[in-house]
Each structure stands twice: as C-alpha cells, then as structure tokens.
C-alpha cells in the first residue's frame, strides 16, 4: 500500500504524504528520531530497525508532532502514538469462507461500542444467526476522538477505535461470524473526517478543494491521486486483509466525484475476485446509474423508510414533508419502482429534482429498512417506532421489510422490541464538546416541541457517558412476542424468498386506501410474491387470490393488517 508503514525483514519502511512541509522527523518511542527523505512529489519515508508493536509519530515542528494517517493502531488516542501492526499476526480459523450471494442477506446494523467492544460484539453473534439473520453490519469502527462515538467523527480511517480492541480482536469478531455463517459488512466514510484530531491540513492541504462546501468543511479531494489511493487502499485492507464481506459507504452525495467512485469500485472488484463482496452505496442523489452489478450491489433506499415513517406516525415536519402528500400511493411506486423520487422536485431541497429513473432495476438492488441508526439517533431524544406507533402497524410493516424482494436491514434491537433510545453521542471536551451540544440543540429549534429554549435544554447532551448508556439496546416489555414474529418471518424468507429472489422484478403496486397498498413481483422461478398492507385508519379490500397465503397478520383488510400470498 502507498500509506501507512510497511513490514520487511530488517524492519519498517515509514512513509507520509506531507507536500506542505520541507522537512519531516520520524520519532520512535525509546528510540532516536530519524529524518525522513522527501522526493519531488511530498511523499517523505525512512526504514527504520523496529518491527510489530513499535510506536511512532512524525514530528512537524517542534512544537507539533501528529500520528500517521494510516495508522493500523493508536496507543493513547488519535493525539497520541501510532502503532505498527503486523498484518499476517492473525490465524484464521476460516480461510476458506468465501461469503454468500446478495440475494441472501438479511442484515443487522450494530454500534460495536455499545455492545462492549469487538469481543461484546462476537458474544452476540450465536443469538442473531439463530434469529435467522445472515449478516452484520458495524457502524464506523475507525479511530475516533475520544471512547465513545457514533464512527462518522473518525479522523483515522486505518486503525480500528482503540477502546474497542485491537485490530486482531476485529479479525476475531469477523472470524467468528464466518464460523457462524454470518456476512459482516463495514460502514466506512470517505467524504469528511471528523473535528477532533485531523491533522491532515497542518502538511496535506492539497487533500482538501476548500473552494467546495460540505456540511464539514472543504470537500476530500479524492480527484488527488495520493488522496484517491488513500481511500481505495483502506476499502482494500478492510477487505482483503480483515476478511470483510462489504462495505457500505457512507454519504457519497458528499464526495460529489462519480469517476472516483466507479473506479474504486472497479478496483475492489478486480482484488476481490473468487468471492462474494458487496459494495453498498448511502446516497440522497438516488442516482440509479452507480447500482448496476460491476459496479455497486445496492443503495440504502432512503424512500422506503420515510414513507412508511409517515404511515405509521403521521409525522410530516423536514425530511418527511417529501411524502406527505399521497404517501400511500408513494409507497406503491417505491415498492414497484425503488426510489420514489426518480427527478421529481423535492420540497426539502427547496424544489430542486432528486434522483434518477429506477424502475428498471432489480428489487434486490435496494436496501430497505423500518429504522436505522441516522432515524432514530437523528430525532432529539433518540426514539424507536415502538414508541411512536401502533403495534398492529409496526408488525405489518415488518412483514413488509422482512417478505418483501428488497434487501432488509434492521437496527439492534429490533428483533426484541426495544423502547431504548439510540441517541447521538460524543466523547469530545471543552469548547469542542460545548459547540456539538448547543449545535445538536440548534438544529431542533426549527420544531414546534422544540421551539422553547428550556425544551430544547431537555435534549440529552452528546457528551454525557448517561447519553450512551441510554443507547444500550435492552429488550422491550413484550420482547418474546417481536422476537416470535421475527423468527417466523425469517423463516419464511430463507424459505420462500430467498431461493427465488435472483431475477425477481416487478409487475406493479397500487394504493388500494389511504394508507393501503398492494404490490406484486414476478420472482425468479415465475412464481408471484403478492404483498397487501393496511397501514392507515380505515379498512380496505385487500385482493382476492385463490392461492393460501403464506403469511397473514391482522383481520385482512383492516387496519394494521397484511397478507403475504406466493402463487406458485
């Protein structure tokens, strides 16, 4: 790899892209300092007699020295010493897996922080294969300021979060879901880095276009081939050398450079080859060309989760005033067609078009969700749909999630039902941690229950370690009968859907009521998948199909109801 210190037999080949700065000095803990050599580009490097375990940092000035940005591992934090890691140190007891096609993922997004860590994570896998589930996918686990975090804060995007383990303890987790059967997917992010502990602009300033706006500052100049290698070489190493099964990358819409996304994508296909890897993209733009088989798999398909959000809680402030007009008849198109928007205006972005044409795509190459960690830690206190809905209509919708051809995703907790919150969380201090907490209070002034300045004192502090205990996912008051439902629709899914979902398209979905809709897909094998729903207040007249249903919850028809037909 271009970044990062590279093993060889008589030590360490250190090397920084510091195109800022005349001059660079390695520092190796009880050791002495070493400069480090320049060539015309700003790349600086230097061997060094250490190996494995070896702690170093390059100093700038002398009153500046920063940890390398493609450190494998800190000791004491992002301020503080990198590590050298030995890449082969772990022993796989799986080096045969070769992971599972697309069409057979059923994912759980999980904070590995709030499970205790990558080992707390492991302890959990034996219950989430038994539910059904076939894969995992960890939120951030990148470097980040502090001991608890969201991930999306990282400044440091080789080395997995210190307070969480060493990078052999995540080989082990990802090890074990492998034994397990399980897929493990990584979220990562390549469009910002976090506040506390970027050094980069201090010698790479060319790594940053400040000239173009994100909500974080200067957009990554990912058009800059050392920045370009950057980034495909740590998707690379998350794949190849940890053995990850995919990657969900995070807020592309952010990069706003497509020729470097499908190139990277072109890449990690060629070094992955022999093996199923999925590359899923998190996009606002919906833009349907990036989801084609050589390139990415599929998108989290925002759409679905914010019209059924409407169905299901008659919420219609921000985001969600997108499908508040005729959401039953947008839930039809996002079910027949995968966005809804597809270059419609959208109110929320002052009327300008979102997305592209998407009808011609497979069901497959959308990831459909009821909740996840941006819709229930974006709400001011953290709440889940178990607190904002009627149970008979969360369990239709999950039926929906969990039977229909799109890929699902859940949250933690789902499965059990949890009431627990997952709130926003930091660890920073000072005038770092005052800005985040007023800043998270600002962006609820503009709601009405919010409006108050002594309502808005109310909302958790990120900093607070009460903030993320709260987030510990901790089973519900009718844990069982989630867990059942679950369990039964799993089951179903492994048997009904899943061996049918390669070549499933479909052949259309209407409103049937103001919150009803029926949609139907054409599966692989010929058969057809008929879903109807009832999620509003007043009862419709769900179809008439000679086949028996394979699942049905609620009298049909009625509010909170849904049958799942398979005509074979």
């Known amino acids: ?197 970027n050094y980069l602009g201090a010698y790479a300033k060319g790594f940053f276009h400040p000239e173009v706006d994100t909500p974080w500052g200067g957009a990554v100049a990912v058009d800059q081939a050392p920045v370009h290698r950057y980034f495909v070489d740590n998707a690379l190493m998350w794949l190849n050398e940890y053995k990850f099964d995919g990657l969900r990358f995070d807020a592309v819409h952010a990069i706003e450079n497509d020729d470097f996304l499908d190139a990277m994508a072109a890449e990690l296909r060629e070094k992955t080859a022999g093996r199923h890897v999925h590359l899923v993209l998190e996009n606002e733009g919906n833009d349907a060309d990036r989801l084609h088989p050589a390139a990415f798999d599929a998108q989290w398909n925002d759409d679905f989760h914010n019209v059924l959000h409407v169905l299901l809680t008659g919420e219609t402030s921000a985001y969600y005033a997108d499908f508040a007009d005729r959401p039953a008849e947008r839930l039809a198109r996002c079910l027949g067609e995968g966005f809804i928007y597809q270059g419609e205006g959208s109110p929320n972005h002052d009327g300008k078009p979102r997305g592209k044409p998407s009808a011609h795509l497979a069901p497959t190459a959308f990831v459909a969700f009821l909740q996840n960690h941006d819709q229930i830690g974006n709400r001011a206190m953290g709440e889940r749909l178990t607190l904002l809905t009627h149970r008979q209509k969360l369990r239709a919708a999950t039926a929906l999630l969990l039977l229909g051809p799109q890929i699902p995703l859940l949250f933690m907790g789902d499965a059990h039902g949890s009431e627990s919150p997952f709130l926003f969380f930091t660890d920073f201090h000072d005038e770092l941690a005052d800005a985040v907490r007023e800043g998270r209070r600002k962006e609820f002034a503009k709601f009405a229950a919010f409006a108050d300045p002594k309502a808005r004192e109310a909302i958790p502090d990120p900093n607070a370690h009460a903030t993320f205990h709260q987030s510990r996912a901790q089973p519900g008051p009718d844990a069982a009968a989630w867990q059942d439902l679950y369990r039964t629709l799993l089951k179903i899914r492994h048997e009904a859907i899943i061996p049918r979902l390669r070549g499933a398209t479909s052949i259309g979905a209407e409103a049937i009521g103001e919150g009803a809709v029926v949609a139907r897909w054409r599966m692989g094998d010929g058969a057809v998948l008929t879903i109807a729903l009832n999620l509003g207040d007043s009862a419709a007249a769900f179809p008439e199909i000679g086949a028996a249903p394979i699942f049905g919850d609620g009298d049909p028809g009625q509010p909170g109801s849904v049958t799942v037909w398979l005509e074979r």
């Open 1 to 197: 790899m271009t970044w990062g210190p590279t093993l060889s037999e008589d030590g360490t080949i250190f090397r920084l892209w510091a195109p800022a700065r005349d001059a660079v000095t390695l520092e190796i803990a009880d050791g002495q300092p070493v400069a480090m050599t320049r060539d015309p580009e700003g790349w600086f490097s230097v061997k060094a007699p250490v190996g494995a375990g070896a702690r170093y940092r390059f100093r700038l000035t002398d009153d500046l020295t920063v940890p390398d940005p493609a450190s494998r591992a800190q000791s004491g934090g992002v301020h503080g010493w990198s590590m050298v890691a030995d890449p082969d140190s772990y022993a796989w007891r799986t080096p045969d897996w070769r992971g599972r096609p697309w069409e057979e993922m059923i994912i759980q997004e999980v904070h590995v922080g709030t499970l205790g860590g990558f080992a707390g994570v492991a302890d959990h896998l034996s219950a989430i294969a038994e539910l059904g589930i076939t894969a995992i996918e960890l939120m951030p686990v990148n470097a980040f300021g502090g001991t608890r975090n969201w991930g999306y804060d990282g400044v440091l995007p080789y080395a997995p979060a210190e307070s969480y383990g060493t990078p052999d303890d995540l080989k082990a987790l990802v090890d074990r879901a492998h034994e397990l059967g399980l897929a493990v997917f990584l979220d990562v992010v390549y469009n910002h880095f976090g506040p506390d502990g």
